[in-house]
């Protein structure tokens, strides 16, 4: 096999991380950024004060390149080379190199803010402009000045910008490695098709039967999509006459595929068989697969965005960027000429997809991120004038403020509480990790870490049932427990309580439809987060983790109660006289029960009064969902608190507002406090109302 275009350039790496304290590095997908760069500076001696970081921004690159570098240098994986994703830590005191995400460095940095144990720290991928990725640039940024000639930067990229983050880190090197890509011919579609799924299928039958050998790489934008793509394609082909073409054989590739999948997408394919992988944006720049000569594009991305005036999120299938559409074309000529079928017309490529890919920090929720940069106690800290290498909007720092003041995080002069410091040593986001200290307060400690475990995990328990063949069912699905009318979380709870009961099989999952994979994960994260409790306590009878082991309404109540508080900024109230409900707070807007939620009315079908929700999705009507009752006179202090905010002060700097915002915004934002106000005043009252009333009817 060709030698990787970065060891040809080994030198002249060495000398300029040598010279530099920060080096950019770019090179094409596949040049071996990933899996080199750490094992270069590693022979040279770089390993040897400290360990070699890289990080990822996807978990599953991670691990791959981790288990890659490993197999390279012979050794174990967990040894000398190793990872560490949320929740799963291989890596030993022999470790020299480690993969990380990069979430989990910034988490690092939290108990240790030199990141004195490296000696090294790759930021890959940079261009895929993740969210942890953009602050850790900011935070590198500092501890370069801090640490000296004892740390090393590298920032690799496929296709970032390399003069804008050298810019950001005073001009350092851009080392340009260029690759031997292949000519790649791209076939354009005369329109957009109505259904890219058949068009893709068609398209690959296509290039299955009339073209070379030679492995085709399809994007879809989705787990579904794939699934779906490769049950019709493994139909199709085995309609194909016997004999008419070679044997293929289909893989799936994304994020959340098991590990002895992932392997089978790595090792080399059987003689004289097509393999055709249909895979997410992952395969774009943080994986490679070896001998793809054909690429299929959609031209579209399933992109999670977050709107800071709604709260809400939506999870939108959207166009691709012109950037992304050329690294999908390029995987296509790694190994010999290649060809890649776009799906859309070239005026789509030129007029109508974005330049380059927006940047998460600037489509995510920023509690997390704020609090993180807030617990840091970083001196002449104003969140909103913070070094990014590109700014989230005000509206959304401003949203976070909010967030967390509204659930203890921050006090009303932004600073950080003891609650917020806690909070920020939780691998979880806010809400949840705000939950949990609440949680351990009122005595419910053990019963929220499974909540937060099972939501963590993702484990979808109603909507998931009924997909499947029933025929090939033995036996019916087992009804599940339904929340005692309380809501999704009371249920996620009684469900794992139930299979705990069961002694964690896995039969009980398949009796009752749900992922087993999914299941063992949250008993690990449950552990997990019950040692992370643990350790925090100064003294251990500050945490109580004793189960209840019979469930009492009264239990359930608590569990409800330290939920409301974490969700503070996620409370909605019933309308009167319309089914439906209306959220609290800067964002008053008209949301509906996600119809996969167990919340259920009393008697007459009404619902309660005060909810909370875990998010909100557009779908495109606002919807909340993991939803859980709550009592009015728990919210009650969460509506005083939205009478007392002022966001600039939040933010950090008293002065703030004067020298950032200007007169225009100035006026801008006292109005909408003003009505913010009067529209707290007013709920207050109406609820107080309302209770008494029904109250009133009651007795
Ligand atoms: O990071 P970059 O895209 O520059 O390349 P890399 O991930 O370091 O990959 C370099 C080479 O290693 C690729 O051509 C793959 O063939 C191989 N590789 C692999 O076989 N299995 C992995 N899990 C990762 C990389
Ligand atoms: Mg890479």
Redesign the pocket.
Known sequence: MAV?P?LEFEDTIVETVAANPVVVII??????????LSQILHRRGYSKKGMIAVTQPRRVAAV??A??VAQELGVRLGDEVGYTIRFEDRSSDITRIKYLTDGCLLRESLSSMDLNKYSVIIL?EAHERSLNTDILLGLVKRLVSLRGSNLKVLITS?TLDGVKVSKFFSNCPVLNVPGTLFPVEKLYSKERPTNYIESSLKTVLDIHTKEQPGDILIFMTGKDDIEKMIKKLEERIMELEEGSCMDAVVLPLHGSLPPEMQVRV?SPPPPNCRRIIVATNIAE?S??V?GVVYVVDSGYVKQRQYNPSTGMYSLDVVQISRVQADQRAGRAG?TQPGKCYRLYPYKTYLEEFLDATIPEIQRSSLAGTVLYLKSLDLPDLDILRFDFLDRPSRESLEDALRQLYLIDAIDEDGVITQIGRKMSELPLEPSLSRTLIEANELGCLFEALTVAAMLSAEISVNSARSKGDPRKRKKPISPLPDGSGFGDHIQLLQVYESWDRAGFTADWCIDHDIQVRGMMFAKDVHKQLRQIMHKMAKDPAEVDLAPKRRRREEDYRKLRRALCKGYGNQLAERMLHHNGYRSIGFRSQLLQVHPSSVLKGDEDGVLPDYVVYHELIATPHPFMRNVCSVEMAWAVPILRKLEKLDVNKLSGASDVRKEVTGVADEVNISNKEVSVEKDVGDKIRAARERYLARKGNKS
Do not use: H, N, P, Y
């Open positions: 990787l970065i090179g094409e997908t596949g040049s071996g950024k990933s899996t080199q791959s390149v288990r890659r890959d496929a790595f720049t994986l490679t070896d790694r």
